[in-house]
């Protein structure tokens, strides 16, 4: 098992503990809630292949659902971001290109990238998410609001991450 590998086996679990023991019952106002288990999906390699990054995706979303108690929406709304994510790398690439990027942090391609990427990325899972749970378009303009404040919660607790343990080397 190569380094890398194990790293982000470490991740897995660390992003999945903090969200299950720590962020499962911070609701701001009882309107944002912070989903940082999203951030394992984002900081995975760049050259990860489709593949894995749906099954990654799927198992973290699974391994929150048996926390929440919620059948799977947490795995389905993780897939769909795994299937994005490759898109959207692409999409947003900086004028350099990603050469000589792994991992896509705020250290390596700044702030206003990592944060055009991420705000993006929580944005979609959480429009998703909480469409999933609603089951209903007609509180899609309620959950809106809710939908921003937790987006903007979860990408203030994963840039607040990324300064103090993503550093520069």
Known sequence: ??????THFISFF???LLQVLLFRNVA?????FCFVYVGFLLL???EISLTTLLLLGFGMGLAIDIFYDT???HAATMVIIAFIRPSL??????NGGYDGVENPTLSKLGFNWFVMYAGITLFLHHAILFLIQGSNFSLWLSN??????STLLSLFVLVIGQYL?????
């Open 44 to 46: 995975l390699p760049l």
């Open 14 to 16: 660390i992003y999945w």
């Open 1 to 6: 098992m190569n380094p890398s590998t194990i």
């Open 28 to 32: 701001l106002f009882d309107t944002a």
């Open 144 to 149: 809106f609001f809710v939908i921003v404040a």
């Open 89 to 94: 790398i692409q999409f947003i690439r900086p």
């Open 71 to 73: 059948a799977g929406v």
């Open 165 to 169: 343990f993503y550093r520069k080397k």
